[in-house]
């Protein structure tokens, strides 16, 4: 069971977090990462692409000309795909680009990417982010002070005044504990948890 520091705002540890091996401390399979990466990418693709088909394009069905004695090629409908402003064949129609993955590869995957930020020094645990109102300056004076930059910061509940204060900080991300996923945690270089999130991700991953 590893054991790391606990900070304040302040920058100064104030205790020490005990992280259970089976969650933060497992053999990293880049596969498994890769997988469910790719699959939160998909899902996020809005495929929404969409061309006319002949049924779908206005004009008249009427037959251009008759069949025979004219000296041109057969012809049909002005909507054929044959012809300038008709309907496309084979175009691309709405679709959704998501596929699952079992969930106990999502799981797995998720302890794996919480593994490789502790295995790497860059998870960090602070006792509590508490802003009296939204205040981008605050907020950034606190970051400084932990030397933090490029961060993911996991917290326990809705605070709007946090999320409010980080959205014009650049490479900062706030997320609940509910909301904590694979992608998010290995696209930012470094992970700040609220010590109280810390029995949740536990509780949501044993």
Excluded: W
């Amino acid at each position: 069971m590893a054991a790391v520091d606990v900070l304040n705002s302040a920058g100064n540890k104030v205790s020490e977090a005990e992280l259970i091996d089976e969650i933060f401390n497992i053999p990293v399979k880049t596969s498994v990462l890769h997988e469910v990466v790719r699959s939160q990418l998909a899902a996020k693709r809005e495929g929404t692409a969409a061309s006319k088909t002949r049924a779908m394009v206005k004009g008249s069905t009427k037959k251009l000309f008759r069949q025979k004695g004219t000296g041109n090629a057969r012809a049909g409908s002005v909507k054929s795909p044959l012809r300038k402003g008709g309907g496309v064949i084979f175009g691309p129609s709405p679709r959704s680009y998501a596929y699952k993955v079992p969930k106990k590869v999502r799981r797995l995957a998720l302890k794996m990417a919480l593994s490789c930020k502790l295995s790497d020094n860059t998870l960090y645990v602070i006792d509590d982010i508490k802003l009296e109102e939204v205040k981008t300056k605050v907020l950034s004076e606190v970051l400084a002070t932990l030397n933090l930059q490029d961060l993911l910061i996991v917290s326990d509940s809705e605070d709007m005044n946090l999320a409010l204060s980080s959205r014009n900080i650049p490479d900062i991300k706030v997320i609940k504990t509910a909301g904590l996923n694979v992608y998010d945690i290995l696209k930012f270089k470094n992970l700040l948890l609220v010590e109280s999130t810390i029995k949740n991700i536990e509780g949501r991953l044993s």
